[in-house]
């Protein structure tokens, strides 16, 4: 999705540096941001600047800072629900009794994706397959 073939940020009753705002001000880019939110292409036009690396202006509904916050959060994520993936099938693969809240405490405060598996086996909406209870 090219902006010059965009929806908003072609309508003629809109002018384009509205999405390249020069100083980009608070109210400039809430201004730009507020047509986008209102876009059918607003998620093609943002990967396709965040595909192409384009630095400047209001993409998606998106500045510069924003995509790369986005792209941050993304590969997070990803990390995240990898780790959770593996850590499942670890323990689905190596069955063994462990008393998942006295694993709490040896736990980083930060290491959620370990807490969540554990707060899964505590509530019982996951157990590994032929758990011994000791
Ligand atoms: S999301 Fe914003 S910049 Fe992208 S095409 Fe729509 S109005 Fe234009």
Redesign the pocket.
């Known amino acids: 999705?090219n902006?010059v073939t965009?929806?908003?940020?072609?309508d003629n009753r809109i002018p384009v540096s509205v999405?390249y705002p020069i100083n980009e001000s608070k109210e400039a880019v809430r201004k730009?941001k507020s047509?986008?939110d209102?876009?059918?292409?607003?998620k093609?036009?943002?990967d396709e600047a965040i595909t192409l690396r384009i630095k400047d202006?209001?993409?998606?509904?998106m500045t510069y800072e924003d995509r790369n916050m986005y792209l941050r959060q993304e590969a997070f994520r990803a990390r995240r629900d990898s780790v959770l993936q593996q850590s499942t099938l670890h323990v689905q693969q190596h069955p063994v009794y462990v008393n998942p809240s006295s694993l709490f405490d040896t736990l980083p405060e930060q290491n959620h994706t370990q807490q969540a598996l554990l707060s899964a086996v505590v509530d019982g909406s996951f157990s590994p397959p032929n758990s011994q209870v000791s």
């Open positions: 999705m902006q965009g929806y908003f940020c072609t999405f730009a047509y986008c209102q876009c059918e292409m607003r093609a036009c943002r202006g209001i993409w998606g509904g």
